[in-house]
């Protein structure tokens, strides 16, 4: 079955760094996009970087651009969120995202359980 299971997160100081990891397995990890997303106490889950298949393309949300760098590796089926400067306002749960969509417009969207990042002193 799919799973998507996350690791990395933790307490840290204020300009901090942290590499979160997402183990994959179930599916076709080299199809699809991967994706990171958090969710802070009373806000929405946002999207926090994007990165396709073959790597060549990224994106990331204003906020984390210049600190956060997301990357892949299609043999060990993991992505990775490496995360410097981190400021108390990335304190969320991190949740990995896996998504493609079929020829036939199916959209296939797993979600892994989440690890915590705290940023605080």
């Known amino acids: 079955q799919v799973q998507l299971v996350e690791s990395g997160g933790g307490l840290v100081q204020p300009g901090g760094s942290l590499r979160l990891s997402c183990a994959a397995s179930?599916?076709?990890?080299?199809?699809?996009?991967m994706n990171w997303y958090r969710q802070a106490p009373g806000k929405e889950r946002e999207l926090v970087a994007g990165?396709?298949?073959?790597?060549?393309?990224?994106n990331y949300a204003d906020s984390v651009k210049g600190r956060f760098t997301i990357s892949r590796d299609n043999v060990k089926n993991t992505v990775y969120l490496q995360m410097h400067s981190l400021k108390s306002e990335d304190t969320a749960v991190y949740y990995c995202n896996a998504k493609w969509r079929s020829r036939s417009y199916r959209l296939y969207n797993y979600w892994g359980q989440g690890t915590q990042v705290t940023v605080s002193s």
């Open positions: 990165i396709i298949g073959t790597s060549s393309s990224t």
């Open positions: 179930g599916f076709n990890f080299s199809n699809y996009v």
